[in-house]
């Protein structure tokens, strides 16, 4: 009877232990997953500057990783550095999100590539001026005698009373209002980074890719490496090796608050086979 007991009581807390695991341990969603316009909110976390988008309802097309109320670190970009911007002018930080999800360390990442803001404007509701109406004409000195031509009034009034755009748009910032940095060159976007060599480095506590000219003269730019397989499979190279390799890499190329990121989609590591040190 005691054996019987003892026999039930080991299988019982096997049950629970496994139950326990199953519960705490959450699926995860595979690297290189695309969610298409997910509804939820954007929030900042209350350590750093790490931004979170919070689902509404669930996500049915990731086999249920993604559950109504659960909530992923959305990955600095140009796209949440323009969400931030436009959330200081929401009443509510609702937006329709598409972004690709990463996967690092038994953690899932959001890199966003697009969002539709879902809530009106601070002051929306306030009156906006009219816009000051104006007559246009069409110079041709070869119509009529007096050159410039009137619109008709029955045009005109179809244009006063044209639809206006609908949804959620941002105002007009105050020209005397501060704002982000003026951009130097070409607006900052994301960009494909294609077959560069140089090293995987840790500059504060961050993985960071350096570029290697093999001798060759090379840009000072250095790209902080964002989340993803990619760099976690690059880590385990380098931990292999006590000495610095070089790898072949290609990505994604984007900026946050004027800080260059790069999400691998690539790691290759490079045999020089003794022609160069390292």
């Known amino acids: 009877m005691n054996v019987s007991r003892m026999v039930f009581s080991v299988v019982l807390l096997a049950a629970i232990s496994a139950n326990a695991a199953e519960t705490s341990t959450a699926p995860l969603v595979p690297d290189g997953t695309v969610l298409q316009a997910t509804d939820g909110t954007l929030a ?23 559950p109504a109320g659960s909530q992923l670190q959305v990955l600095p970009s140009v796209i949440l550095d323009s969400m ?24 899932n990442y959001l890199f966003p590539s697009y969002y539709l803001p879902l809530s009106k404007l601070k002051g929306a509701d306030e009156p906006q001026e009219e816009p000051e109406e104006r007559l246009e004409t069409v110079s041709d000195p070869g119509v009529g005698p007096g050159g410039p031509l009137e619109i008709p009034e029955e045009v005109l009034d179809r244009i006063r009373t044209r639809r206006q755009a609908r949804g959620p748009q941002r105002r007009e910032t105050d020209p005397g209002a501060p704002g982000p940095p003026a951009e130097t060159g070409r607006r900052a976007r994301t960009r494909v980074l294609v077959d560069r060599v140089g090293f995987i480095e840790f500059a504060e506590g961050h993985p960071v890719f350096v570029p290697d000219g093999l001798g060759r003269g090379v840009s000072e730019t250095r790209y902080t490496l964002l989340p993803c397989s990619a760099l976690e499979q690059a880590e385990r190279r380098l931990a292999a090796f006590p000495q610095p390799i070089r790898f072949n890499v290609a990505g994604l190329v984007t900026e946050y608050q004027g800080r260059k990121y790069l999400l691998l989609q690539r790691a290759i590591r ?3 086979y003794g022609n160069f040190g390292g």
């Open 84 to 107: 931030v911007a436009d959330a200081n002018d929401r009443l509510l930080p609702r937006y329709r999100l598409s972004a690709l999800v990463t996967r690092y360390r038994g953690m």
């Open 44 to 66: 900042r976390s209350d350590s750093n500057d790490l931004w979170l988008f919070q689902f509404v309802r669930d996500v049915n097309d990731v086999g249920g990783a993604l």
């Open 270 to 272: 490079v045999y020089n």
